[in-house]
């Protein structure tokens, strides 16, 4: 049962590079989403998903950018990485995107950028 | 706007004490409610969760958590907690017939001495 995986685990990035972090689910849920996580502040919302095709912005979208051209990936890019975006990455899903849905999320990413 | 407090940063309890954790939640009408555990590098996974009904919920480990409109509350609780139970708890809350988007209280690091 792989559930949500994300990659990589650990990544260190320098200012101005851009990477992907890669999500995929095997569970054929419709609704996926990237959230950040910051000591002292919890889970914030970057962008989600409720279908292929659709995506749309969270709480904290700027300097991000997702595509979902598929049903099981949800890919996060980073554009042109600040300090400011060091923090850890969990990429979630759940069956559909009506509130109440069991969220599950990856393992989680982490991402330095120097 | 939704928001969640958890008003406690770090509780250390000894190993067979009971636990409470503390989750505040300002929203206009009654929100989903979730508490979710995370083990040191790890994702989150959902201890339990209140939609409506019995104010009472039973979720997993020997966790519940018990709402109270009139204070805003959803506190989490443990009679007896063990070693493994040291992690750290988000609760968080979601808008009914909204889209399934959580928002985060900053989280309760908890300790469990022996």
């Known amino acids: 049962n792989a559930g949500v995986t994300q990659t990589p685990k650990f990544q260190v990035l320098k200012t101005g590079q851009s990477m992907t972090l890669q999500c995929a689910q095997d569970m054929n849920h419709e609704y996926m989403s990237w959230y950040r996580q910051d000591p002292g502040m919890g889970l914030r919302l970057i962008h989600y998903?409720?279908?292929?095709?659709?995506?749309d912005q969270g709480e904290v979208p700027n300097g991000y950018n997702v595509s979902r051209s598929t049903t099981e990936d949800f890919p996060l890019r980073l554009l042109s990485a600040a300090p400011s975006q060091t923090s850890v990455y969990f990429c979630a899903s759940s069956v559909t995107g009506e509130a109440g849905n069991t969220i599950y999320f990856g393992e989680g990413s982490w991402l330095t950028v120097v | 706007a939704q928001s969640v407090t958890q008003p406690d940063i770090h509780i250390t309890v000894s190993e067979g004490a009971s636990l409470e954790l503390r989750c505040n939640y300002s929203y206009g009408a009654t929100p989903y409610l979730f508490w979710y555990v995370q083990s040191p590098g790890q994702g989150l996974q959902l201890l339990l969760k209140y939609f409506s009904g019995d104010t009472l919920v039973q979720g997993i480990k020997g966790f519940e958590a018990e709402f109270k409109r009139s204070q805003s509350s959803f506190n989490l609780r443990k009679p007896s907690v063990h070693w493994s139970d040291a992690a750290e708890y988000f609760c968080a809350v979601g808008a009914p017939g909204g889209y399934n988007k959580l928002i985060f209280g900053a989280g309760t690091r908890l300790a469990v001495h022996p």
């Open positions: 998903s409720v279908g292929a095709g659709i995506t």
